[in-house]
């Protein structure tokens, strides 16, 4: 049962643009959120979280938006630039599954100069 | 302020060995918790806990997983009897206060 679920495995995106990642989740007892950035061989580094109480949260050139009735989560990143190219994985965690994370499956984002 | 430590990065076990997994967590952070990613897969739960106590073990396999976190040193997973199944990369997250998760670097199994 994949309760978070990221549908593209992988987006292309030029320099410059916006880089929007998706992803679905299906507990409706999730209320924080996360996403994390992970290159080959190293740990996921944390970028940014939103709790189920707020919408949008805004770190630079990072924003998470939250739409809690379609179950639905995105990560913009604007402008898009090389040094992003990596996997970003979405992460998910509430009352039920305490502060255990459920994450997606990941989406290999791509910069290309 | 140092990251999350986990030693060794690699580990190459033959079957049926028993394979040791150590995670130094931030200072200041009393959670630990440890997660498994297979190969082309995200990362899945595997427990969840505090000095001398085992929070949440939901995601450990029954038979063969254990893990502690003791009052003095790193936290360990132990995997003993080591199956070629258990080939992974094992990260360990440690938070302060139970939301955000910071991952150390992961130690990557091997069993041959």
């Known amino acids: 049962d994949q309760q978070v679920k990221q549908n593209s495995p992988s987006l292309s995106v030029q320099e410059g643009r916006i880089s929007i990642l998706n992803c679905d989740y299906t507990?409706?007892?999730?209320?924080?959120f996360l996403w994390y950035k992970k290159y080959p061989a190293e740990g996921p580094t944390f970028l940014i979280s939103i709790s189920s109480i707020k919408d949008k949260n805004e770190d630079g050139r990072f924003t998470v938006f939250l739409n809690k009735s379609a179950k639905h989560l995105s990560l913009h990143i604007v402008p898009s630039q090389p040094g992003d190219s990596a996997v970003y994985f979405c992460a998910a965690s509430g009352e039920t599954s305490g502060s255990r994370l459920t994450f997606g499956e990941g989406t290999q984002l791509t910069v290309n100069p | 302020n140092a990251g999350v430590m986990q030693n060794p990065r690699h580990l190459v076990r033959r079957r049926g060995q028993e394979a040791r997994l150590r995670c130094s967590p931030m200072k200041g952070h009393s959670h630990v918790y440890w997660y498994r990613q297979l190969p082309e897969e995200g990362l899945k739960f595997m427990v969840y806990l505090q000095k001398e106590n085992i929070i949440d073990e939901s995601g450990m396999p029954k038979e063969r997983f254990s893990a502690e976190f003791p009052k003095e040193g790193p936290s360990i997973l132990r995997i003993q009897q080591v199956v070629r199944g258990d080939s992974a990369a094992y990260f360990c997250?440690?938070?302060?206060?139970?939301?955000?998760?910071?991952f150390g670097p992961g130690t990557r199994l091997t069993v041959t």
């Open positions: 997250a440690s938070s302060q206060d139970a939301y955000e998760q910071y």
């Open positions: 507990n409706s007892m999730f209320d924080y």
